[in-house]
């Protein structure tokens, strides 16, 4: 009996263990589900908070941008509107004038017809006088003639000279303001770059350590770059650049285009640099031909010999008093073609003479004779049309002028020049001083290369071992000494350098 209580208080006791375990395990779970029930709402209330934080953003972002562009619609309007005040002022202004120029016309035809009717009587206070003379005087026809005439000359010569001058004055006015109107509107179509030319060009480096490579052991590279080139290259310590220094724009072209290759290169030693500068040289003919084509098609004129365009690119290389020759024949073939086009003259042959005007100073230093003369020579040779070689040979006056297109060359090649920061004189001078200081070297019998440095404070000579020895080198740079001396006008010295090397060269085959 005792063991069936105990077996029984051992079930009881097993049963409510589990009644009360799963209670307790419910209200565990009933816990754990209201927490995660918490963390749901807590998170969408988040991201409910921070959708509305964004849309809110949005919306601030959109009114922004709406503003922004209320703003710029405003600012376009009231541009638009100064320029339609702008426009319509410009208009009155037109009005007045034309209205004017029609009140002087009218005024100038109403004398016109006053002259007329005074000329009508005079015709018959002269029938009358004639009349009245031969009933008087019994005179012949032309006795009384004379009489007549002079008695109305004498009574109306005051009033008839002030009237004739009176109109004089005033057509000549006219003239000179319709002139001045066809130059600003010929003027104000015409836009060409200029710029004036200088002596130096600078070639950026990548590293300030080629400065050493560039210069080489004990100078070897350097002088050799400026023997080849003809050019002083300046090495100071100016950081990423170097200058080189000429005053010939060809020269310095070669001088960069080579100096570009050889950094570009790497391998910078004597023979090298020889050859660099020959191929650059190369090169520069390219450019030169393309130039001359660039001048072509800019003014429109498709129909010169390819040797003839290769003569003008050369202009693309030279200067007067500062201004480069190729962009002032450009600038006056387009101001002689529109000036043309406004006097009613032959556009092409104005347009074609403007562009080839200057075409002697392509060959210049190598042919004697002015530039003019030597245009005219080339324009021949290349059978340039006769009505365009009249054109542009009477531009400096050396040549009567024979048709209305030398008249209009010749003042759009002043235009060119003469307008304000277009040419300097003091530039000229320096260059001409350069050439001469080059030419009295290259006189001399055995000179090979002569180059002036330095602004022409010193020119160094390359002499023909061949035909100069050591001793003769001393005598030739004294003889130089005296004929720039005697010859030139210069400020300060000028150090002659003369350069004598041998180079022998043989193959092993």
């Known amino acids: ?152 000359e004498k009574e109306y010569q005051t009033d008839l000279l002030e009237r004739i001058k009176k109109l004089e004055k ?100 004597p023979a090298r640099i020889e050859e660099v500068v020959k191929e650059s040289q190369e090169e520069i003919e390219k450019k030169i031909k393309e130039a001359g084509e660039m001048a072509e098609y800019e003014t429109g004129i498709l129909d010169l010999d390819p040797a003839l365009v290769k003569l003008l690119g050369r202009l693309r290389f030279r200067v007067s008093y500062g201004q480069n020759v190729l962009l002032h024949s450009i600038e006056t073939s387009l101001i002689a073609g529109a000036l043309a086009e406004e006097l009613g003259a032959d556009v092409w042959v104005a347009k074609k003479a403007g562009l080839l005007h200057d075409i002697g100073k392509a060959l210049d230093h190598n042919v004697e004779g002015s530039h003019v003369d030597i245009g005219i020579k080339i324009l021949e040779k290349y059978n340039v049309e006769p009505d365009v070689i009249k054109a542009m040979k009477s531009h400096h006056g050396d040549y009567p002028v024979e048709s209305l297109e030398a008249v209009i060359v010749q003042v759009a090649d002043a235009i060119s020049a003469a307008r304000p920061g277009a040419r300097k004189d003091t530039v000229e001078n320096y260059l001409k001083r350069l050439e001469s200081l080059e030419k009295i070297a290259l006189s001399f019998k055995g000179v090979e290369k002569a180059w002036a440095l330095q602004a022409g404070r010193e020119i160094r000579v390359f002499v023909k071992p061949e035909e100069i020895d050591d001793l003769k080198v001393k005598r030739l740079a004294r003889e130089i000494v005296d004929s720039i001396q005697k010859e030139l006008r210069y400020p300060g010295e000028i150090k002659v350098t003369v350069i004598r090397e041998t180079r022998v060269v043989e193959y092993a085959k």
């Open 170 to 269: 005033e057509g000549e006015e006219r003239y000179e303001r319709k002139a001045k109107e066809i130059l600003a509107s010929v003027i104000q179509r015409i836009a060409v770059p200029q710029a004036q030319e200088i002596s130096t060009t600078v070639v950026p480096l990548p590293s300030d350590e080629l400065k050493g490579r560039i210069i080489g052991k004990e100078g070897r590279n350097i002088r050799t770059f400026e023997k080849e080139t003809g050019v002083e290259l300046i090495v100071d310590d100016t950081p990423g650049i170097l200058v080189i220094s000429s005053f010939d724009p060809v020269r310095r072209e070669v001088a960069k285009i080579a100096l570009e290759k050889l950094m570009k290169d790497g391998r910078i030693q």
């Open 1 to 152: 009996m005792e063991e069936f209580i105990i077996l029984f208080a051992v079930i009881f006791s097993l049963g409510v263990g589990a009644i009360l375990g799963y209670f307790a395990r419910q209200s565990i779970a009933r816990k754990q589900v209201g927490s995660i029930e918490e963390k749901l709402r807590s998170k969408i209330e988040k991201v409910k908070k921070d959708s509305q934080e964004i849309i809110e953003q949005a919306k601030e972002k959109a009114a922004e941008i709406i503003r922004t562009a209320q703003r710029e619609q405003e600012e376009r309007q009231k541009t638009l509107l100064k320029r339609e005040e702008t426009l319509l002022e410009r208009e009155k202004t037109l009005d007045k004038r034309a209205t004017f120029l029609e009140e002087k016309e009218r005024k100038f035809d109403e004398e016109v017809e006053e002259l007329k009717k005074i000329k009508e009587k005079l015709d018959k206070r002269e029938k009358e006088l004639s009349q009245k003379l031969e009933k008087i005087a019994r005179m012949n026809k032309e006795e009384a003639k004379k009489i007549l005439f002079d008695k109305i």
